[in-house]
Nanobody, 125 residues
Framework: QVQLVESGGGFVQPGGSLGLSCAAS????????MGWYRQAPGKERELVAT???????NYADSVKGRFTISRDNAKNTVYLQMNSLIVEDTAVYYC???????????????????WGQGTQVTVSS
């Protein structure tokens, strides 16, 4: 059993900063890419940022220069530092991890998809 537990999020005024973290636990051999997605009311879930196990990162154009994704492989944890927040960043943020289970001899692609429970980020004046 693998779990992703998120923390952080909350309420902030425009221009402010927030940090999110997501820790994976359970029967894990290793983790491939990790990432953050978000879903605003009435919209589809969209990619925010991903980071590969070696550290290479990709960002949605809407957050480039404002958000920074990082990870600690020893702790199976991914972070998202969000600066210069705008109202349009308001959404439920979900973490994702491509998990290679302990003892597995095969896994699809970069690993099995696991998701966190989601954490609300609200940017408002």
């Amino acid at each position: 059993q693998v779990q992703l537990v998120e923390s952080g999020g909350g309420f902030v005024q425009p221009g402010g900063s927030l940090g999110l973290s997501c820790a994976a636990s359970g029967s894990i051999s290793s983790i491939g890419a990790m990432g953050w997605y978000r879903q605003a009311p009435g919209k589809e879930r969209e990619l925010v940022a991903t980071i590969r196990s070696g550290g290479g990162a990709n960002y949605a154009d809407s957050v480039k220069g404002r958000f920074t994704i990082s990870r600690d492989n020893a702790k199976n944890t991914v972070y998202l530092q969000m600066n210069s927040l705008i109202v349009e960043d308001t959404a439920v943020y979900y973490c994702n991890a491509k998990v290679r289970p302990a003892g597995s001899v095969w896994y699809p692609g970069d690993g099995y998809d696991y998701w966190g429970q989601g954490t609300q980020v609200t940017v408002s004046s």
